[in-house]
Nanobody, 116 residues
Framework: QVQVVESGGGLVQPGGSLRLSCVVS???????????MSWYRQAPGKERERVAQ????????IYAASVKGRFTISRDIASNAVYLQMNSLKAEDTAVYYC??????WGQGTQVTVSS
């Protein structure tokens, strides 16, 4: 059974940085290496949107236009972990951030609040 656990959210001032972590259990490192891993976010009253995606062994990353150049997705195969480095944060980045492993496995979410 695949389990997805996020961490690293919190309160940060505009212009600041946060690093979110997502650890996936229930997969071998070889399977994880080939998994598509994604970060989504959902702000109050808005639909959930994908902000970043890592296609694993194929090596390509995809970013939403709103975060391109500010957010970076990366993975540590040895730890079955994927990260989202968020820089130059803005108030509009405030949301619950979710990690998705593959097609169907979601974490519980971690709150990111950008406010002065």
């Amino acid at each position: 059974q695949v389990q997805v656990v996020e961490s690293g959210g919190g309160l940060v001032q505009p212009g600041g940085s946060l690093r979110l972590s997502c650890v996936v259990s229930g997969l071998t490192f070889r399977t994880f290496n080939g998994y598509v891993m994604s970060w989504y976010r959902q702000a109050p009253g808005k639909e959930r949107e994908r902000v970043a995606q890592s296609t694993g062994a194929r090596g390509s990353n995809i970013y939403a236009a709103s975060v391109k150049g500010r957010f970076t997705i990366s993975r540590d195969i040895a730890s079955n972990a994927v990260y989202l480095q968020m820089n130059s944060l803005k108030a509009e980045d405030t949301a619950v951030y979710y990690c998705k492993a593959g097609v169907n496995d979601w974490g519980q979410g971690t709150q990111v609040t950008v406010s002065s």
